[in-house]
């Protein structure tokens, strides 16, 4: 991870090895505490989420700012 991301991040979250629908529930929780334009550094050592995160952020339309697995950063769409 760069440091310059880590600058940028607001919050952090290891999710551990949950996948697929766990972890796309713990992603919106974690979202809905930020504000709009925040970020969250997301950890997952899951094996799926190199193909989920992206889809996630796609359909949600929260921007994904960097995707080095297992590290992620997902910045907060706007209200």
Avoid: F
Avoid at 32 to 57: M, R, Y
């Amino acid at each position: 991870m760069r440091s310059q991301d880590k600058q940028e991040v607001t919050t952090q979250w290891d999710a551990g090895d949950i996948g697929c629908g766990h972890l796309a529930a713990g992603l919106a929780r974690a979202l809905s505490e930020l504000s709009a334009g925040q970020s969250l550094w997301l950890i997952t050592s899951d094996a799926g989420a190199p193909i989920d995160v992206p889809a996630w952020c796609r359909m949600t339309k929260h921007s994904l700012i960097s995707a080095t697995h297992p590290n992620y950063i997902i910045c907060k769409k706007g209200n």
